[in-house]
């Protein structure tokens, strides 16, 4: 079974966001995601400053297997991007919702974390098979 | 659900990721196919390929029917137990299918033919062992387990024992040696493989697969996946059928002209005459190696551009381990020069084109 932190939020995509102090979301992919995607080899993180529209294609996670996107999971503008991912991109497999996040944004609306699925609102998403 | 090898159980138990594979549940990992690649490449690793077709086809004039039924020449084959890489052809010269041949004695040769096209093979084989009066028996009652890599022989001879290991060890490249273990009966190992490293592919009856398995993972010969299987062989410069050729495109084609023994001028194999022609015409296609100079990941189907126009796709495309960049095979128009674009989600990427392999014997070769 994979792993899914009670204090993150998620999305459909599995993508997962924590809340920051300073207003800031930080996103990453889920455990289930990176298990289902395998050994990852390559990832494309956005530049700081780039915006997007909830939705938007963010990032790119490629693995052996395959080239998956990351979508935003809110409006706002990006604050930072992990750049270690460029040479280690299998922190991502060893570490996905530690030094394996992505980027971190500035949402618009700062409400807009808690609209996202909760832990076991997510649990039941995997579980059902419906991804 | 699938068809199970013998070993299946054994894979759920390692904790193996089954995928479909052509009708079998075939593990495609058993947690990290990149750890799995990098073992074959410093150690050793073991495949079920078991999902393979093993043919024996028997007969006074089994060496004159394959010498009608293979592009190769099987009277390359001097020496008893030696190998030969062939393409089976059809009258127009695609490929029905790629295989090893095996010359154990005068009236008996080994196929070991590809499991997606195992339907077709054999029909055409039927075809055409009759006139020749070759008796075909598939051999659904061995198992193929493949060990492969730079310790794999040494691992493979203490999990089979001293008494067989005496016998196999003297065994050279690319030949069989059938040996009669006392538990398993009469076992076939030949030193062929699929990674571009040494080792045996190794035919037991069925029923013993999974002791034997067990017998290597003792040795601390570690489970690979079909997924390692096919960054290897790709590395190692090695087609897959069904990616990099099939019915539609011949050997000159998919880089397999080395496989085509034009000579004795009069030995006419299935698709000579159309091949010949080619030969004359030139071909307007061919596979290449790529090797992506910018970040990202070459993939099947992706397209190929040579001086700003679309010219060819990637057949088979990964990320290589071993060379730590995206590595592929492309089929392109013959006017490739040194480099060309490819177009990875809606971006030109550059791409160095190279003559595979990749990578041999645990190194890089770019």
Not at chain 1, 68 to 75: C, F, G, I, K, L
Request: net charge negative; aromatic share 8%; charged share 25%.
């Amino acid at each position: 079974m994979s792993e899914i932190p009670q204090d993150l939020r998620y999305t459909k995509t599995h993508e997962w966001i924590m809340k920051n102090d300073e207003g800031t979301l930080t996103v990453g992919v889920t455990d289930h995601a990176q298990s289902l995607l395998g050994d990852l080899v390559f990832i494309e993180a956005p530049e700081e400053g780039t915006t997007f529209q909830e939705g938007d294609d963010s990032a790119v996670v490629e693995s052996v297997k395959a080239a998956s996107d990351v979508y935003a999971p809110v409006d706002g503008e990006v604050t930072a991007s992990n750049e270690v991912l460029g040479d280690t991109p299998e922190i991502i497999n060893n570490d996905p919702y530690g030094d394996g996040w992505i980027y971190k944004i500035k949402p618009e609306d700062a409400g807009a974390f808690d609209a996202l699925m909760d832990a076991e609102a997510y649990a039941e998403f995997v579980n059902s098979g419906d991804e | 659900m699938g068809k199970h090898t013998p070993l299946y159980d054994m894979h759920i138990s390692q904790g193996a990721k089954m995928v479909d594979f052509g009708g079998w549940d075939m593990p495609i990992n058993y947690g990290s196919q990149i750890k799995e690649h990098n073992v074959v490449r410093t150690d050793a690793g073991m495949f079920d390929v078991s999902h393979m077709t093993v043919v024996d086809l028997t007969g006074d004039k089994v060496r004159d029917f394959l010498r009608t039924l293979l592009a190769n020449n099987v009277d390359r084959l001097k020496d008893k137990g030696k190998a030969l890489y062939s393409c089976m052809l059809n009258e127009k010269g695609g490929v029905i299918d790629d295989l090893i041949v095996y010359y154990v004695n005068d009236t008996f040769f080994r196929m070991v033919v590809n499991s997606s096209t195992r339907e077709k093979d054999l029909a055409w084989i039927n075809k055409h062992a009759e006139a020749f009066n070759v008796v075909v028996t598939v051999r659904d009652d061995l198992t193929m387990i493949a060990v492969q890599g730079p310790n794999a022989r040494e691992k493979a001879h203490l999990a089979l024992g001293t008494e067989i290991a005496a016998q196999i060890k003297d065994t050279a490249v690319f030949f069989i040696k059938f040996v009669n273990d006392s538990d398993m009966g009469e076992i076939a190992v030949a030193r062929t493989g699929y990674t571009g490293e040494d080792g045996y592919e190794i035919m037991l009856p069925k029923e013993h697969a999974s002791t034997f398995w067990a017998k290597l993972a003792e040795q601390e010969v570690v489970p690979c996946g079909l997924g390692a299987r096919d960054t290897l062989r790709l590395e190692a410069g090695m087609n897959l059928y069904g990616s990099d050729m099939d019915e539609s495109i011949t050997p000159l084609e998919a880089a397999l002209t080395w496989t085509v023994a034009w000579e004795p001028a009069d030995r006419d194999f299935i698709g000579r005459a159309a091949l010949e022609k080619q030969r004359e015409q030139g071909v307007e296609t061919k596979l290449v190696g790529l090797v992506l100079e910018d970040k990202g990941v070459l993939r099947n189907h992706q397209k190929v551009f040579i001086d700003g126009l679309e010219g060819g796709e990637i057949t088979s495309g990964s990320f290589s381990p071993t060379v730590g960049k995206a590595i592929a095979f492309a089929r392109v128009t013959s006017n490739i020069g040194n480099t060309c674009k490819v177009e990875i989600r809606g971006k030109q990427l550059t791409a160095v084109v190279v003559k595979p392999p990749f990578a041999r014997n645990g190194k890089s070769c770019i």
